[in-house]
T-cell receptor, first 114, second 114 residues
């Protein structure tokens, strides 16, 4: 069975500080990994994805994530937080089935203080 | 492409009534997913289809819930009879090639059952 664990349901940073949102996964086959962002009362927007190839992937809005197979992690980072980054972030995993079932973590709410 | 289109955006109904949620996936995508989002449970996968065939409906909470995909461009999620605990945001998503290109979500339907 595949699963995703996001460490920390709430993360608070100051504007300009480093953002680090943690995600660990469990999968019996090479995973596809995703980060989605959800702003209040909106749908889910894809930030970035890892399928194959380069393990450091860059996404929109200055975010990036690194796939580390040995640590089964896919942490999301941004060097300098902006007020507009305040949202809920979801790590998700696809793999282990033939039809691309997407499994989500519990979500991490990011708060950015001025 | 207009993206994944869901209707209605908001639905308020009385307990016991039938509710039908609709989804039009992105043209060319061959997998379709229905998710439910609540504060308590987060994002739950209800059912997903591949090439219009239901693959896994283990997330459907009860027999009151049913989903169909009569063709590649349309899917419905029906709740009959509806109950207050069904109040949630329901998302539809579609993907191609087992998710290797990502998953695109609709804007969701906010259902309130009173």
């Amino acid at each position: 069975a595949q699963s995703v664990t996001q460490l920390g349901s709430h993360v608070s940073v100051s504007e300009g500080a480093l953002v680090l949102l943690r995600c660990n996964y469990s999968s019996s086959v090479p995973p596809y990994l995703f980060w989605y962002v959800q702003y209040p009362n909106q749908g889910l927007q894809l930030l970035l994805k890892y399928t194959t190839g380069a393990t450091l992937v860059k996404g929109i809005n200055g975010f990036e994530a690194e796939f580390k197979k040995s640590e089964t992690s896919f942490h999301l980072t941004k060097p300098s937080a902006h007020m507009s980054d305040a949202a809920e972030y979801f790590c998700a995993l696809a793999g282990g089935t033939s039809y691309g079932k997407l499994t989500f973590g519990q979500g991490t709410i990011l708060t950015v203080h001025p | 492409d207009a993206g994944v289109i869901q209707s209605p955006r908001h639905e308020v109904t009385e307990m016991g009534q039938e509710v039908t949620l609709r989804c039009k996936p992105i043209s060319g995508h061959n997998s379709l997913f229905w998710y439910r989002q609540t504060m308590m449970r987060g994002l739950e996968l209800l059912i997903y289809f591949n090439n219009n065939v239901p693959i896994d409906d283990s997330g459907m909470p009860e027999d009151r819930f049913s989903a169909k995909m009569p063709n590649a461009s349309f899917s419905t999620l029906k709740i009959q009879p509806s109950e207050p605990r069904d109040s949630a945001v329901y998302f539809c998503a579609s993907s191609f090639n087992k998710g290797s290109y990502g998953y695109t979500f609709g804007s969701g339907t906010r259902l309130t059952v009173v």
